[in-house]
């Protein structure tokens, strides 16, 4: 497997990037995870939008939706252009049905309803989910290739659920939101402490920082997290692949 940041901004993006977003490559497939505002012009630095195999959503928050539509009408200009692609499916659940609804477009995309009470089998990777703490239903979800998992947390406040739902994982992605001062006191998120934590209780190999703030000094972040995690932690990087050997 290999995972390859799109974005990593919480909210909205910073000039030239994207919020939060990740593309994970297992055998030629393609599925990328969240499609908020920018993941689709930083997504084609990587592979062009054609050859995108599935789409996940954790949730239905503009910065993880808010390029859904341009995507659904790229696909509509390649069959305009006589390119047709077979249709996308975009995987999500279904507790918000109009947000659902708009999953589906002109037999370019269509709609997969997920829960947390049942694994997907996308492409080569076995998926499962986990609810989250956030204003919104969230979905936190693994992606398992045989005995290798990535588990990105999406957006959520501490949940002792993600500890055993993470327990085992390769590599940990989680959201890291708030500084210190803010945790507890900002609904649906994380600070870096928190995140440390989770990956030190769940036992992971591997932790990345994501849906980071867009102001103050993030270093103080991963300072955080290095602060409760003793293994290899560090902030997202845009275009840098992750690999997960067999």
Excluded at 19 to 46: A, K, M, P, R, W
Aim: proline fraction near 5%; include cysteine.
């Amino acid at each position: 497997m290999e995972i390859i940041p799109i974005g990593i901004w919480g909210g909205y993006p910073k000039a030239n990037s994207a919020t939060s977003s990740f593309l994970i490559e297992h055998e030629g497939f393609h599925c990328l995870i969240d499609c908020g505002s920018g993941v689709l012009s930083s997504l084609q630095n990587h592979l062009p939008l054609e050859k995108l195999d599935a789409v996940v959503i954790s949730h239905y928050h503009a910065d993880h939706i808010a390029d859904i539509g341009s995507l659904q009408y790229s696909r509509l200009i390649q069959y305009y252009l006589g390119k047709p692609a077979p249709v996308l499916p975009i995987y999500g659940h279904r507790e918000d049905e109009e947000n659902f609804a708009k999953l589906s477009y002109k037999e370019q995309t269509v709609g997969v309803g997920v829960s947390e009470e049942e694994i997907v089998q996308i492409g080569p990777f076995e998926v499962s989910f986990c609810r989250t703490i956030h204003p919104v239903y969230c979905l936190a979800m693994k992606f398992k290739v045989d005995d290798r998992s990535v588990v990105l947390t999406a957006d959520t406040e501490w949940r002792d659920e993600l500890v055993d739902f993470a327990y085992g994982a390769d590599l940990l992605i989680s959201e890291a939101n708030l500084y210190e001062e803010h945790v507890g006191k900002a609904p649906g998120h994380m600070g870096g402490s928190e995140a440390g934590k989770l990956a030190k209780l769940a036992g992971v190999n591997q932790l990345v920082l994501t849906h980071l703030p867009l102001h103050g000094d993030i270093q103080e972040i991963l300072a955080a997290a290095a602060s409760t995690f003793n293994g290899s932690v560090e902030l997202a990087e845009v275009g840098k692949p992750y690999t997960i050997s067999p």
